[in-house]
């Protein structure tokens, strides 16, 4: 069992910066696939971005490439999504999934067991 808590949401300008982590419960962090995944008023929760336990893969959807970046520290438990550009299209809860394989098992929500509560992440233009 995976316990995942977020933060680093917040309100910020169309052109700016925010940085979301996720702390994750227990001692196998390194063997938790991580993914973040965005969920905006009346639509679908969709991928945003994906890490593999070691840190050595990362994917992006195609809406963040350039403007994002994963990464994990695997001795704090944490991973985090470093968000630049930020766009009014960005505006949504953002959700840190985990799954109990150090492969990302895909871009699907349904490939992931372990989810946070959400954190809110809203720009204005």
């Known amino acids: 069992q995976v316990q995942l808590v977020e933060s680093g949401g917040g309100l910020v300008q169309a052109g700016g910066s925010l940085r979301l982590s996720c702390v994750a419960s227990g001692r196998t962090f390194g063997r938790f696939a991580m993914g973040w995944f965005r969920q905006a008023p009346g639509k679908e929760r969709e991928f945003v971005s994906a890490i593999s336990g070691s840190g050595s893969s990362t994917y992006y959807a195609d809406s963040v490439k350039g403007r994002f970046a994963i990464s994990r520290d695997n001795a704090g438990n944490t991973v985090y999504l470093q968000m630049n550009s930020l766009k009014p299209e960005d505006t949504a809860v953002y959700y840190c999934?985990?799954?109990?394989?150090?492969?990302?098992?895909?871009?699907?929500?349904?490939?992931?067991?372990?989810w946070g509560q959400g954190t809110q992440v809203t720009v204005s233009s």
């Open positions: 999934a985990a799954e109990a394989s150090p492969v990302v098992p895909g871009t699907d929500y349904l490939a992931f067991d372990y």
